[in-house]
């Protein structure tokens, strides 16, 4: 059974520009969870999507969003980057929403260096 | 709100000699608590889970945590260290429905 799988898993911006990460989490898993990870701070959740809904948001300015597809996929997209906004970001997928089956499966991450 | 704390932030071990990464959390609510392990350049992987079982758990690779209530903690253990066991830990938490919480991690380093 194929893992969570992100893309691309290394990319260099600019500050100013934007970017998209794309998740796409195990077959049947329907709720798609998104984490930025710098040193220091741990992990600070994003967002969470479930059946195409955002069903929690992290504390993160409105620069940073993201979708889910109907396949379950999910895309997150930060706009006008800042330098501040490198970091690991990770996708965790679960087959339902937030801690109640108790397990979040994760891909190996997308790290952002912005320049 | 939920919350954990990881104290100590960096912990070296002598190889073969006990483990300890403690964690303390806070929650309004019976909580799920859990270990995470991430190896360079990866993402994370689940090493145990308490869901209101036994209180002592058992995960892999030699590794057991205790929720212990009336301290609000979750401490990981293991025996004997490994120089596999070179890592970054995480503990976190989650009430049913809820996003998880995580702590900003331990790295752990074993000496040889």
């Known amino acids: 059974k194929a893992g969570v799988t992100q893309t691309p898993r290394y990319l260099i911006k600019t500050r100013g520009q934007q970017v998209t990460l794309s998740c796409s989490p195990i077959?049947?898993?329907?709720?798609v969870s998104w984490y930025q990870q710098t040193p220091g701070q741990g992990l600070q959740f994003l967002f969470e999507?479930?059946?195409?809904?955002?069903?929690n948001k992290g504390n993160f300015p409105g620069r940073f969003s993201g979708r889910q597809f109907s396949n379950s996929r999910s895309e997150m997209n930060v706009s006008t980057l800042e330098l501040g906004d490198s970091a690991l970001y990770l996708c965790?997928?679960?087959?339902?929403?937030?801690?109640?089956?108790?397990?979040?499966?994760f891909g190996e991450g997308s790290r952002l260096t912005v320049l | 709100a939920q919350s954990v704390t990881q104290l100590g932030s960096h912990v070296s071990v002598s190889e073969g000699a006990l483990v300890l990464l403690r964690c303390n959390y806070s929650?309004?609510?019976?909580?799920?608590l859990f270990w995470y392990v991430q190896y360079p350049n990866q993402g994370l992987q689940l090493l145990l889970k308490?869901?209101?079982?036994?209180?002592l758990v058992k995960g892999i690779n030699g590794f057991e945590a205790e929720f212990k209530k009336s301290e609000t903690s979750f401490h990981l253990t293991k025996p004997s260290a490994h120089m596999s066991d070179a890592a970054e830990y995480f503990c976190?938490?989650?009430?049913?429905?809820?996003?998880?919480?995580f702590g900003t991690g331990t790295s752990l380093t074993v000496i040889p």
């Open positions: 929650s309004s609510v019976p909580p799920y």
């Open positions: 976190a938490v989650s009430v049913t429905g809820n996003q998880f919480y």
């Open positions: 965790a997928s679960s087959l339902v929403p937030g801690g109640a089956t108790g397990e979040l499966f």
């Open positions: 308490y869901t209101s079982a036994a209180t």
């Open positions: 999507y479930f059946s195409e809904t955002q069903r």
């Open positions: 077959s049947g898993h329907r709720s």
